[in-house]
């Protein structure tokens, strides 16, 4: 299964490979807009991920990965016997390129790695928006951001979260430049698809900041009364999608209605199997793991942004995974002092933080295993990413203003 024929195919087959690179070069030609530091920025992270890619294509031929089985289930039929609403919905995309578009391995491969550029794309020009003046920090910050090994690793290959990622990203792309609402709907469709609980969590979030933003802002509209049928329309989303999310959640709990959760049955059954869940074994081949039945919650909170650290890294993956998350922890210190100085949140800037607060909650407490971590994490570190750097931005540009002052009055 892992010969040279599997992974290219037939000679039509890698000249459909080929072609796909060749069109993703187009892509990139076409968005930098005769733009020459732009083409060679878009070109190195094209070439980044795309180095990810190829080892990921390693990676899941020499060790378990889900990329093998995906590809498996879409050309041999039912080969995962996990057949939720994310699994069908990849199995089926797998299947339509490679029955309508005759893509081999390679090929599946090059489609994802696209949707991953395309999300690191988003992100960059994300954070353009939000930074306002030119600085060596944010700058630095930035491009250590977009060549993250793990983003670049975990949205190259085929499977959920390169899907996740690319959506989530462009819908918070079109939500900074101010696009078209119907876009930013069509990708939220597609974050439910794939990550309904996550998809739920920002919903949520979404309503939450209405409550938050200065009505003064939007004189169109009654905000009183939007409020209200905001409300209505929040919790019944949530009741429509609760037996989904904690279903995915891997706690193992199956309720049949809304009512259950009131039941103190049910309190019972989700305390045992809460903390069944935070006292998993290292089920990851060695990715490492914490029993977060025996730590507080603030530590839970911690052990999934931080850890492991440089001192817990075992091997390669983990040794990557510490340096990043040292960046990271670092990043929120400086973002949180920045912050400090000012205590201003504009009114783009607060889902961002309300949607990692809300998420980060309960990811933190039913994540025990590194390797999930790992490669989850990072749809509720991207909105946090762009907070901290509007924060450090008006940081920075508040002393830029002082020593502009300074200077005047000399």
């Known amino acids: 299964m892992t010969n040279y024929t599997f992974i290219f195919g037939t000679l039509s087959q890698i000249f459909i490979s080929s072609t796909l690179v060749i069109l993703s070069i187009l892509f990139i030609l076409m968005i930098s807009q ?16 795309s180095i990810f890619c190829i080892c990921y294509i390693y990676f899941s031929l020499t060790s378990v990965a889900d990329a093998l089985s995906y590809f498996e289930d879409a050309l041999y039929k039912n080969v995962l ?3 939720t609403i994310p699994v069908i919905f990849i199995s089926n995309l797998n299947s339509f390129l490679i029955k309508f ?24 020009n994300s954070i353009n928006k939000i930074i306002i003046i030119k600085n060596n920090i944010l700058t630095l910050i930035k491009n250590i951001i977009i060549f993250l090994p ?11 979260d390169t899907i996740a990622l690319f959506s989530l990203s462009m819908i918070f792309w079109l939500y900074i430049h101010k696009k078209n609402f119907f876009f930013i709907i069509i990708s939220f469709l597609i974050f439910y698809i794939i990550r309904p609980q996550h998809a739920t969590v920002l919903f949520v979030a979404f309503i939450l900041t209405l409550f938050f933003i200065n009505n003064k802002n939007y004189k169109l509209i009654n905000f009183n009364y939007f409020k209200i049928l905001l409300f209505f329309l929040l919790s019944f989303f949530s009741i429509l999608s609760f037996n989904t999310i904690v279903s995915m959640s891997g706690i193992g709990i199956q309720i049949s209605n809304v009512y259950d ?25 060695g990715s490492g ?67 990692f607060i809300v998420a980060l909650i309960p990811l933190s407490a039913l994540t025990p295993n590194f390797g999930i ?27 830029l203003e002082i020593i502009k002052k300074d200077l005047k009055s000399r």
């Open 373 to 399: 971590s790992a490669r989850q994490k990072w749809i509720i570190l991207i909105p946090i990413f762009y907070f901290f750097i509007s924060a450090i931005t008006l940081h920075l540009n508040h002393k």
């Open 101 to 124: 578009f005759n893509f081999s391995y390679l090929s599946v491969f090059l489609f994802y790695n696209f949707l991953g550029f395309l999300a690191l794309y988003f992100i960059d």
């Open 289 to 355: 793991y914490i029993d977060l039945s025996i730590i507080f919650f603030p530590s839970e909170m911690f052990t999934y942004l931080f850890r492991p650290t440089i001192f817990e890294a075992t091997n390669l993956m983990k040794f990557i995974s510490s340096i990043e998350n040292l960046f990271i922890l670092i990043f929120f210190t400086y973002g949180l002092y920045c912050f400090s100085n000012h205590k201003i949140i504009y009114d783009r800037d607060k889902i961002f933080i309300i949607f």
């Open 150 to 160: 793990s983003i670049s690793f975990w949205s190259a290959s085929i499977g959920k």
């Open 34 to 49: 005769n733009n020459k530091k732009r083409l060679i920025r878009y070109l190195i992270i094209f070439l980044w991920h």
């Open 81 to 83: 016997n996990d057949r």
């Open 261 to 285: 959760l009131l039941s103190l049955d049910f309190l019972n059954e989700f305390s045992t199997k809460l903390q069944t869940r935070q006292s998993l074994l290292d089920y990851s081949f």
